[in-house]
């Protein structure tokens, strides 16, 4: 836009623009009719492209992102964050026994206790701030791997003012989340109370508020378990569902409409048919996983009103080609010089023209047919050009084929045999499948010159719709062990100083009998309680978040799988708590009693 322009000014003049330069076809629409009326144009920033793109996924001039991925991903950073400020809240406050007397000392020499807060702030936040200079590395190391792992191009820079300050912002916050509770605490420590006990002023409220915290670590961490463990099991469930055909050893060959390529097509595919290990060959305007949605409007017999049905253009042995089994009628076959879609070229209007159609199951139920066999020999109507119709006789009928995506629910599809619209030509072969691909190509470029060779796996291009979730689904489980790994080290430091406190009970309790294992026991126990409750927490809210993000597919996994998801994740926090725990607690439990007891 010039400097100044206004773009709503733009976009009030489009309609006006479409008017004045799309001519309507005689005999459409009435008088009054406009070219506005039926087609819109809409305008978006360029920046808009990456993370809110408004057009189908695929169809933008670039590879696009996602903004709701960015945030959920955000999100995970923020709760494995908090984690990790959960650990040094627990440990601190757990640690304040040690520095009880500290406080005490400080207050008696007049320290105040606004001083104090601020002392151990500043402690926090400079913890905070080493480990920001550690993840900065990290950063700085990893960056290059999970760029090629995401397919894009990043960068960090350091010298940027609005990084600086994000940086400088997650310091403050971190370093005050996670120290501004164990600051209060430890600042508000009586000296009298401290001093004459020869212990600390704990209190039974900062043990419930650890167990509360640890209950937060794992609730989170079990949650992420799930959702990693749903998301791929949804992708392999869409990645192996059965799409009506056998989507194996097939290679689609593109762009044969093009010019340079298409007056060359049936030479082409002749001799792509003759190579070794080639079992068929059939053209398609489509290829699977497209995401094509083309419909057309059929009518029937005393029916004026219109039925709109999925189309579908093939070739000549198209279903012998991808394996798709005709379950009543027959196949297109050259032996009817009827078969397939007349073109309407040369006809008149008025004129009434002859042709035969193929039906998927769901299409016969569209059109009202009691079976699949009920409908073979009937016929419907379809436009062919300006006021000049078909008469289509049904000759066969086909399973419900997942063709378009498999994102997309099966609709209502008929398959039409044309003659010179195709696009692709689809090959299945035996064999090497790069072999089968070379060879290919060895023709192309001898027959076709002026067009790229452009081909595609049909099996790949259908696992391709699903990149985003396999990539979802290693992002999410990094991120679950991370989240595990850092929710262990402020379990085994908690389990390691509540062992210490409990140096001398444990010792008393050797003495008077106990085995190792009792011991063990004991203090597994007391640190499996709050994982069960964990459970108990994470497992509606991951449950409710999942089948919000199930209901985006139309074909997903059994609901019912999300129970033993739940209860395999519950068990493997649970393990995870008790290997923690268990080994810190068997070494304490082997030490010798005297030494426990010997203290004081």
């Given amino acids: 836009l010039k400097n100044g322009a206004s773009i709503e000014t733009v976009n009030q003049r489009l309609p006006e623009f479409t008017n004045a330069n799309i001519e309507i076809p005689p005999g459409f629409g009435g008088a009054d009719t406009k070219a506005s009326d039926f087609v819109k144009y809409s305008t978006q920033p360029i920046t808009d492209l990456q993370l809110n793109p408004r057009a189908p996924a695929g169809s933008e001039m670039k590879p696009t992102g996602s903004m709701e991925g960015v945030y959920i991903f955000s999100a995970i950073a923020g709760l494995i964050l908090l984690i990790a400020c959960i650990n040094f809240m627990n440990l601190a406050t757990a640690k304040s026994t040690k520095r009880a007397r500290e406080v005490a000392l400080r207050k008696v020499l007049g320290a105040h206790r606004s001083q104090l807060i601020i002392q151990f702030l500043g402690e926090s936040i400079l913890v905070a701030f080493i480990g920001l200079i550690l993840g900065i590395v990290l950063v700085e190391a990893c960056l290059p791997t999970f760029g090629e792992f995401v397919s894009k191009d990043l960068y960090f820079s350091l010298t940027d ?73 949804q992708k392999y469930y869409a990645t192996t569902m059965d799409p009506g055909f056998n989507k194996n050893n097939l290679l689609v060959v593109r762009d044969l409409i093009r010019n340079g390529s298409r007056d060359q097509r049936d030479a082409f595919k002749e001799e792509v048919a003759r190579l070794p290990g080639v079992v068929s060959a059939s053209y398609s305007f489509d290829r699977p996983s497209s995401g094509n949605n083309s419909n057309r409007t059929v009518t029937l017999p005393d029916s004026d009103a219109g039925i709109l049905i999925g189309y579908q253009s093939v070739g000549y042995d198209f279903f012998e080609t991808y394996e798709v ?20 070229e040369g006809a008149e209007p008025g004129d009434q023209l002859q042709g035969t159609m193929v039906l998927n199951e769901a299409a016969v139920r569209r059109l009202g047919y009691a079976s699949n066999e009920d409908a073979i020999g009937k016929s419907f109507s379809i436009g062919v050009g300006q006021d000049i119709d078909a ?29 010179d619209i195709f696009s692709n030509l689809t090959v299945r072969f035996e064999g090497n499948g790069s072999d089968m691909a070379s060879r290919i190509e060895q023709v192309w470029n001898s027959m076709i010159t002026t067009v790229p060779y452009r081909y595609e796996y049909v099996d790949e291009s ?32 908690l389990a390691s100083f509540t062992a210490e406190r409990r140096t001398k009970e444990i010792g008393i309790r050797k003495v008077m009998g106990a085995r190792v294992r009792d011991v063990v026991q004991l203090l597994v126990w007391q640190f499996s309680k709050p994982v069960l409750v964990a459970n108990l927490i994470a497992w509606p809210v991951a449950v409710w978040g999942m089948l919000k993000w199930l209901e985006t597919f139309p074909y997903r996994m059994d609901t019912w799988m999300l129970v033993p998801l739940c209860i395999g994740a519950g068990f493997v926090a649970l393990a995870i708590a008790w290997a923690t725990v268990g080994g810190n607690a068997a070494k304490v439990a082997r030490s010798n009693p005297i030494k426990a007891l010997r203290y004081e």
């Fill in 161 to 233: 003012g609005m990084t600086l300050m994000i940086l400088s912002g997650l310091v403050l916050v971190v370093g005050v989340l996670g120290g501004v509770y164990p600051a209060l605490i430890l600042s508000g420590f009586l000296p009298a109370r401290v001093l004459k006990a020869n212990k600390s002023a704990e209190t039974s409220g900062s043990a419930s508020l650890r167990n509360v915290l640890v209950i937060m670590q794992f609730a989170i961490s079990i949650g992420l378990i799930i959702a990693t463990s749903v998301v791929y099991g």
């Fill in 462 to 493: 259908m696992a391709a719709e699903f990149e985003a979730e396999e990539a979802q689904s290693i992002m999410l489980g990094v991120f679950a062990g991370l989240a595990i790994l850092i929710a262990c080290l402020g379990l085994y430091g």
């Fill in 325 to 344: 089994p005709i379950i009543a009628g027959r196949n297109y076959s050259r032996e009817y010089s009827l078969d397939g879609m007349p073109s309407g």
């Fill in 391 to 419: 008469d289509m006789t049904i000759i066969g009928v086909v399973p419900d084929l997942n063709f378009q995506s498999l994102r997309s629910i099966i609709r209502p599809e008929m398959f039409a045999m044309e003659k």
